[in-house]
Nanobody, 129 residues
Framework: QVQLVESGGGLVQAGGSLRLSCAVSGRTFSSRAMGWFRQAPGKEREFVAAISWSGGSTHYVDSVKGRFTISRDNAKNTVYLQMNSLKPEDTAVYYC??????????????????????WGQGTQVTVSS
């Protein structure tokens, strides 16, 4: 079965950095986009970043542009989220997900969580001031 496992979360001070990893097993999604979402306590889950496994195209929510970088290593079936200049408002549980066939970096559905088919369990990121 398909499994996504996030790791790398933790506690960091504002201005610090963390690198999240998402290891995918059970299937290779070479033609599917991969995404990162996050959910803060009491808030709706929101889109953070996405990357195409078929190419180097990426897309980010405006609030993280210039600070976060999504990348991939297809040989390891792993997607990463490098988070720099972290802010307290970045505190959330971060989830990785496999996009459905309709999800593309240039698609209007790239930020739509219901268009993603598989999800990990999440990893906690806490940014203190």
């Amino acid at each position: 079965q398909v499994q996504l496992v996030e790791s790398g979360g933790g506690l960091v001070q504002a201005g610090g950095s963390l690198r999240l990893s998402c290891a995918v097993s059970g299937r290779t999604f070479s033609s599917r986009a991969m995404g990162w979402f996050r959910q803060a306590p009491g808030k709706e889950r929101e889109f953070v970043a996405a990357i195409s496994w078929s190419g180097g195209s990426t897309h980010y929510v405006d609030s993280v542009k210039g600070r976060f970088t999504i990348s991939r290593d297809n040989a390891k079936n792993t997607v990463y989220l490098q988070m720099n200049s972290l802010k307290p408002e970045d505190t959330a549980v971060y989830y990785c997900a496999v996009g459905g066939s309709a999800v593309g970096i240039t698609s209007p559905f790239v930020e739509t969580q219901t268009k993603y088919e598989y999800w990990g369990q999440g990893t906690q990121v806490t940014v203190s001031s």
